[in-house]
């Protein structure tokens, strides 16, 4: 680990944090988990002015029950996401995407808002906060703000924090009864990230597919819901064809990268089949 | 005693494990420097100059240096093996001075009192580039006008070699099945768990130098060669190392660069490199393309095989790497028996890291060749692919056998590993769920790939070696010190890097001189503690210096049974030596321990005329012969033929490595190299862009597999001694990973064969394995497309 130089700060309380951020200006890294920024740092990809650790917020690491919704801490890690009750009985989708992150050293350090705030579209959790429609609360010095999932992802590795932004927690509704719900990553190993993931959520009413959210990992520069998919599935008779015909149009309008793990088109293909067996696995046929 | 053959637990794994030990970054002297390198961003460029001023002011700087600073004095790192008269060995400056030929070559360093200043101060040099033509395909780099990666040579060739036995005209003319295949062996980063690292001390008026490598021996004189400096005043210590797969048998620049900067600033200087610097400037393994003919009757008798090799040099010739894809020659023929075989390699020089030694160094790529040729003969043939081996094999009877290649195979019996195999893989039942797959036409196929392998390892011979202009020996040598206390010291010149030596040594030693296994302390590593070795590859620690030990105990026994017939008042002829205690054939009571020998010869009150007061001996053993391991692996891999996604279902390994000193360690060796063989088929590649740079620098893009992506083993052997060695091993460092790679590619074309697919290019990750059911054979070359989102990118990704 042999990073440029940088300032720290480790504030004791939200309130210094936000206000240290402020004055930190527009270079500064909020360092959470640390397993996404530590690797930029040793890198050298990443000059930050200044690291603002979060550790001593620990009033950040909650996770509540908030009525039809779940409030996640934007500190709580993947590990504390992973056993917590409230998460597997009414986010039961997060659950299984963040058991498939990384590895058991990496879930017990990272962070479920720093995973959000790293915005990567190829780590599994934006997709998830993006079919679930959460809602993630921001602070600064000047306030406070709500930001749809669907808005937060602006570009490649962009939130839309501003410099002097905290993400303090992510509201998630509950899925009432008669949801399933499927996490489908396709990775070449065990620690590798999603080559594509599909992240769906399907209501079943009397044999009919009453509602869907198909959310897409690493199909473009930030998570994509896949609308198509949602559109050509909603109101089907629940049988695998026509789920698998859905599951047909999940690269519309998408534009997947390249890289050494698998080309666009490979990747085009990929989200095809995989939103298949995910809309199919979480709708039970 | 039954020390031999006792699956003793490491004693040397809680400090391993633990980190509570001596790695080199471990060690600071007090004052150490720290050392950081600028590498070279172009696989090819002149350099026209480089402005340090700016570092040099930089706080906490103590120096910066060029090469240009340093070409007086930093002489050319060696290549060994000068595998023909007239083969072109470039000088390899330990940093560039006038071009660059590999992006990651060093071109200057700093030297600070701590890391985080010299990676900043790395940051303030100036280096100008003129860059040249990068020299990336070796197949272009062979054509006439092709771009020079050392334009003085005039050719990108470095040598041709060849072998021929038996008449290939004969085997090919009117045969009636020839076979032509062109195999790919991929580029591979050996990925050792421990980085290299180097710490350079002057000591009075000599140095020591501890380095991650596993040939400290060999790096004393190398050094002193290459530096001028007295190999006396050079003590080179390999203290605990952390792996090597013989990324480490090699001599660095930053080794004889930390040498240079300690006698220059008279200061302890230390590097350890990071992964990515690592990944760029470790030697590369593999790297070769193989065009191969088979020609067999209509039976599926082999008559003659034809290889033709082009391997990839990288920009130099370091330690052993002509040699490496030379040592396939003797191995592209397996285990089978034929008429005629020729070989051919040509050794290439293109713009990337050097490649050498890889765990098996040649023999894997060889073995993938053949294996995967009896695979396509058999389903050429409509035969069972293990059927075809059968009809082909030497036979259990035929031993000694003089095969095509020119070795003498001592000892072997195929028949009994492969029959193991099979009932444990339970064979049958497998086939008849792929045929079931297949007439469902499941979405998920089921393929069943053989490897029947052997090679030579337990390297070497030093008559062998010297017949193929390798520039030492194969000799390993050991030493017993029997303290006064009883104790024992053993000295190895084989050098453990995590192969379990302090354990297997002791066991041998306890077992020949009847101590407790807890009274043996194992000493390596360190030139000044054990002055003589030829150090640790080739599977050769057990088979060479385990036999080098054993006999050395035998020569403490020598030793002590003149002395305990004194103390006995007997002949030596009438004294038995049995579980530390000599005793007077046939006189119950009359016996003396070897304990007390020991006592007799320290106190030296009554020792006969001429015998020394010591036990202390030592050995140096040769082998005559390679040995041979072998063994039958199966592997069931489950291809999901709409993602491409290869599962490994289960996968038997049968070995026979001889006598077994430690099972335990036998099995850790066997699975840590079928994980080994297993990544390069499915997971590991070096990848080069077209502009020679190297975009696998992360462990995000270079895939190495972990646990959680591999099958449980089924593990088993069979024990067939070698007659070349008196302990009947034979060495199992490199099987798992010889064996592994084709057994694996074997299967997934099997899976694959009702679609019309005969091969997959390594690594066969999904997307190459959808191209290929897609019948675009071949392509899906891993490439790196300009302004990919992938690589570094993704190395932050969401977690």
């Known amino acids: 680990m042999i990073p440029a130089a940088f300032d720290y700060a480790r504030p004791a309380s939200l309130d210094e944090a936000v206000r240290v951020l402020a004055d930190a200006g527009e270079d500064a890294k909020v360092l959470a988990g640390g397993q996404s920024l530590m690797p930029l740092l040793r890198l050298r990809l990443a000059y930050p002015d200044a690291l603002v650790d979060l550790d001593r917020l620990d009033g950040l690491r909650e996770i509540r029950d908030d009525g039809d919704a779940v409030v996640i801490g934007a500190l709580a890690t993947h590990h504390q996401v992973l056993r917590d009750p409230l998460v597997n009985e009414h986010l039961p989708l997060l659950a299984r995407a963040t058991a498939t992150v990384a590895d058991p050293a990496v879930r017990h350090r990272g962070t479920f808002g720093g995973s959000l705030a790293h915005a990567d579209p190829a780590g599994d959790l934006p997709a998830v906060a993006l079919a679930l429609d959460a809602v993630l609360h921001a602070r600064s010095v000047r306030g406070e703000r709500e930001i749809p999932a669907a808005e937060f992802f602006v570009d490649w590795m962009t939130s839309a924090l501003e410099p002097d932004e905290l993400l303090t927690a992510v509201r998630i509704p509950k899925l009432g009864p008669g949801w399933g719900v499927h996490y489908e990553k396709f990775h070449r190993t065990a620690q590798a990230w999603a080559i594509v993931g599909v992240a769906c959520a399907v209501r079943r009413v009397q044999g009919a597919v009453e509602d869907v959210r198909v959310a897409l990992t690493n199909m473009g520069p930030v998570p994509v819901r896949a609308s198509a998919v949602e559109r050509f599935a909603e109101g089907r008779t629940l049988s695998r064809d026509a789920l698998r015909a859905a599951a047909a149009h999940a690269a519309d309008g998408t534009g997947p990268p390249a890289d050494l793990h698998g080309s666009a088109e490979y990747r085009t293909h990929l989200a095809g089949v995989l939103t298949a067996r995910a809309l199919t696995a979480a709708a039970g046929v | ?799």
């Open chain 2, 1 to 799: 005693m039954t020390e031999i053959g006792t699956a003793r637990r490491r004693s040397e794994d809680a400090r391993l494990v633990t980190g509570r030990t001596r790695w080199t970054d471990n060690i600071a002297p007090a004052g150490t420097l720290y050392a950081a390198f600028l590498r070279s961003p172009y696989a090819h460029a002149r350099i026209t100059g480089v402005d340090a001023e700016a570092a040099r002011r930089r706080p906490n700087v103590v120096a910066v240096l060029t090469g240009a600073d340093l070409a007086g004095e930093q002489g050319a790192l060696p290549c060994a093996w000068t595998v023909t008269e007239d083969m072109r060995n470039p000088a390899h400056p330990p940093m560039a001075v006038e071009e660059v030929r590999y992006a990651g070559e060093p071109v200057a360093c700093v030297v600070a009192r701590d890391r985080y200043a010299a990676y900043d101060a790395l940051e303030d040099i100036d280096v100008d580039y003129e860059p040249l033509p990068a020299v990336v395909d070796m197949e272009r780099a062979v054509q006439d006008g092709a771009a020079l990666v050392h334009a003085d040579l005039g050719t990108n060739e470095s040598y041709r070699w060849v072998f021929e036995n038996g008449d290939l005209d004969a085997a090919f003319r009117d045969a009636p099945v020839v076979l032509e295949r062109r195999y790919v062996q991929q580029r591979l980063i050996p990925t050792a768990m421990e980085p290299r690292a180097v710490l350079c001390e002057p000591d009075g008026d000599g140095f020591t130098l501890y380095s991650a490598t596993q040939i400290p021996h060999i790096l004393r004189l190398m050094l002193a060669t290459v530096t001028g400096i007295g190999e006396h005043r050079i003590r080179v210590v390999a203290p605990d190392v952390g792996g090597g797969f013989g990324s480490k048998l090699q001599v660095y620049g930053e080794e004889v660069l930390c040498l240079l900067l300690a006698r220059r600033l008279g200061r302890p200087v230390k590097w350890t490199e990071t992964r990515s610097e690592g990944n760029m400037a470790v030697h590369h393994g593999r790297d070769q393309i193989q065009r191969l003919r088979l020609a067999a009757d209509g039976d599926g008798r082999v008559r003659g095989l034809k290889v033709d090799l082009l391997a990839d040099m990288g920009a130099y010739l370091m330690l052993v790497t002509p040699g490496i894809p030379l040592l396939g020659a003797f191995m592209f023929n397996g285990i089978y028996k034929m008429d005629a075989y020729s070989f051919a390699c040509t050794g290439v020089f293109t713009t990337k890291t050097p490649t050498d030694a890889y765990r098996g160094a040649g023999r894997p790529e060889a073995t993938f060749g053949i294996e995967r040729l009896m695979d396509e003969l058999a389903a050429e043939l409509g035969l069972d692919p293990i059927e075809v081996r059968r009809r082909n094999w030497i036979g259990h009877g035929e031993f000694p056998y003089d095969t095509i290649a020119g070795l003498t195979y001592d000892s072997g019996d195929y028949e009994a590993a492969t029959d193991k195999a099979l009932a444990l893989f339970e064979y049958d039942k497998l086939r008849a769920e792929q045929a079931d797959r297949r007439e469902r036409r499941d979405p998920v196929q089921l393929g069943i790939g053989v490897s029947t392998f052997t090679e030579m390892c337990g390297l070497a011979p030093s008559r062998v070696l010297g017949s193929l202009s390798y520039g030492a020996g194969g000799w390993e040598h050991a030493a017993v010190r029997v303290l006064p206390s009883g104790k024992v010291e053993v000295v190895t010149g084989s050098s453990a890097h995590g192969q379990g030596h302090e354990t297997a040594w002791a066991q041998i030693t306890a077992d020949r001189l009847g101590v407790p296994f807890e009274d043996v302390k194992v000493l390596h590593g360190d030139t000044a503690v054990s002055p003589k070795g030829m150090d640790t590859y080739g599977s050769r620690s057990l088979a060479v210096g385990g036999v080098a030990l054993y006999r050395a105990c035998d020569k403490v026994i020598d030793k002590a049974r003149v002395l305990a017939a004194h103390l006995l008042e007997a002949a030596e002829g009438d004294l038995e030596f049995t579980a530390g205690r000599f005793a007077v054939r046939g006189v119950r009571d009359a016996g003396v321990t070897l304990q007390e020998v020991t006592s007799a010869a320290f106190a030296a009150h009554d020792l006969p005329d001429g015998v020394e007061p010591t036990l202390d001996s030592d050995a140096t053993f040769d082998p005559d012969n390679f040995s041979f391991p072998h063994g039958t692996h199966l592997c069931a891999a489950e291809v999901d033929t709409e993602t491409g996604m290869v599962r490994l279902r289960s996968y038997v390994a049968v070995d026979d490595i001889g006598k077994v000193v430690n099972p335990l360690i036998v099995e850790g060796q066997v699975h840590g190299g079928l994980a080994q063989g297993i990544a390069q088929a499915l997971y590991e590649e070096a990848v080069y862009d077209a502009d020679g740079n190297l975009t696998t620098t992360t462990m995000a893009d270079y895939l190495v597999p972990s646990a959680a992506d591999l099958p449980a083993f089924t593990t088993d052997r069979t024990e067939t001694p070698a007659t070349s060695n008196p302990l009947g091993v034979k060495g199992v460092g490199e099987a798992g990973t010889i064996a592994s790679t084709p057994a694996v590619v074997n299967a997934v074309v099997d899976a694959l064969r009702p679609f019309g697919v005969t091969d997959v290019p390594m690594p066969c990750t999904p997307e190459r394995v959808w191209r290929a059911l897609r019948g675009d054979q071949g392509a899906g070359h891993a490439s790196a497309e300009p302004g990919a989102a992938g690589g570094l990118g993704s190395a932050g990704g969401g977690r």
